[in-house]
């Protein structure tokens, strides 16, 4: 059972420019958050999804950052128009049923996102 | 705002020594789990405590949740260089799906 998957691993870009990462589920979880990781610190939490509906927002920054898990496919955070504050680790993990006080969130590898 | 405090930040020790890590919250939580990540790595969940005042064990790593569901500590036993890595504590809250992480503490076991 494949744990979950994101990619790419390392992804650099320009300011301006706009960053797409993926991550798959492990298999079974229809449960998808994102979480981001400054250097040196904690990881916070950006949003919560299951299929094909945004279930909290709330670590979300208002604007330039998007977030879709469609019916198929990965789960897609997108960041528009980056700037050098958006290079992060970028960490998704799934569930299986949503709860943390009976569910564990695997966490994936991260992408680390370089804004030259 | 839910804040979890971690102590201490940065913790270097010789194989086969002791140590004890603290998550401090004023906030109480329904769930308290334990992280540990390793360089370009993501976390890795150690374990799960539920209710106030369970000490989980696991191996020479002893977890205990805080009577109040407020706070946290893992203890190391005889620590060794495999132990060394980014320990996280992150704590839930019932209703929310939301894990809410600590500052973290770097541990390093040198021989």
């Known amino acids: 059972n494949a744990g979950v998957m994101q990619n790419p691993r390392h992804l650099v870009r320009r300011r301006g420019q706009e960053a797409r990462l993926r991550c798959s589920p492990m298999?079974?979880?229809?449960?998808v958050y994102w979480y981001r990781q400054l250097p040196e610190e904690g990881l916070k939490f950006m949003v919560y999804l299951q299929k094909e509906n945004i279930i909290d927002e709330s670590g979300m920054p208002k604007e330039r950052f998007s977030a879709e898990f469609p019916k198929e496919g990965p789960s897609i955070l997108r960041i528009q128009q980056v700037v050098r504050g958006d290079s992060a680790a970028y960490f998704c993990?799934?569930?299986?049923?949503?709860?943390?006080?009976?569910?564990?969130?695997?966490f994936g590898p991260g992408t680390r996102l370089t804004v030259l | 705002t839910q804040l979890l405090e971690q102590s201490p930040q940065f913790l270097s020790i010789q194989e086969g020594e002791n140590l004890t890590v603290y998550c401090n919250s004023s906030?109480?939580?329904?769930?308290l789990q334990w992280y540990r990540q390793e360089p370009g790595e993501g976390p890795v969940l150690l374990v799960t405590?539920?209710?106030?005042?369970e000490v989980k064990k696991l191996k020479r790593l002893t977890f205990q949740f805080g009577d109040a569901r407020k706070d946290s500590s893992l203890h190391i036993t005889a620590a060794q260089p495999g132990d060394t890595g980014l320990y996280l504590c992150?704590?839930?809250?019932?209703?929310?799906?939301?894990?809410?992480f600590g500052t973290g503490t770097r541990l390093q076991v040198t021989l």
């Open positions: 405590v539920v209710t106030g005042g």
């Open positions: 993990a799934s569930s299986q049923y949503g709860l943390t006080f009976t569910d564990t969130q695997y």
């Open positions: 298999k079974g979880h229809s449960h």
């Open positions: 906030s109480v939580f329904s769930s």
């Open positions: 992150a704590g839930g809250t019932g209703t929310a799906s939301k894990l809410t």
